[in-house]
């Protein structure tokens, strides 16, 4: 039986970072928990000081197939290459034609540019683009594939 799992990213602004990546892949900040109308009300219920409340923010696939993302404050920032990434895999895969799959690829760069991303290098496999390894607003690397 597999493990279910969930991924947490260190930040300096969990609400703001978790705007960008709901963006990049579709997510939506998952409801309160059952028994609570609002995130504030179950965080005051379990006596979190409200001056805490945006430490910390936290989306889901809206389907409830993928694994769920925590964004949460830290006083440091990153200093390092991430030692793991996200593959955003938007092209279809590498047996979806190259004709149809890099238009796809090129589309998500320009639009999670808008959205503050930076590009930082274009990889080629057998003489053409192949993917774009991109940096979220924080800095956090990620490929668009």
């Given at each position: 039986m597999a493990t279910n799992w969930s991924l947490t990213i260190d930040c300096a602004q969990p609400a703001k970072l978790a705007e960008f990546w709901?963006?990049?892949?579709?997510?939506?900040?998952?409801?309160?928990?059952?028994?609570?109308?609002?995130?504030?009300a179950w965080l005051a219920d379990c006596g979190v000081p409200e001056e805490e409340w945006d430490d910390g923010a936290y989306l889901a696939d809206p389907d409830g197939?993928?694994?769920?993302?925590?964004?949460?404050?830290?006083?440091?920032?990153?200093?390092?290459?991430?030692?793991?990434?996200?593959?955003?895999?938007?092209?279809?895969?590498?047996?979806?034609?190259?004709?149809?799959?890099?238009?796809?690829?090129?589309?998500?760069?320009?639009?999670?540019?808008?959205?503050?991303?930076?590009?930082l290098r274009e990889?080629?496999?057998?003489?053409?683009?192949?993917h774009v390894l991109m940096a979220d607003p924080e800095g956090h690397e990620f490929c668009v594939v």
């Open positions: 709901a963006l990049a892949l579709g997510y939506v900040e998952p409801p309160p928990p059952t028994g609570y109308a609002t995130w504030e197939v993928g694994p769920s993302l925590s964004f949460l404050k830290v006083p440091e920032s990153k200093v390092a290459k991430n030692r793991l990434h996200l593959d955003l895999r938007v092209g279809g895969g590498r047996d979806i034609p190259w004709e149809t799959r890099w238009p796809r690829v090129l589309a998500t760069v320009e639009r999670l540019t808008a959205a503050g991303a930076t590009t990889y080629e496999m057998n003489g053409r683009p192949d």
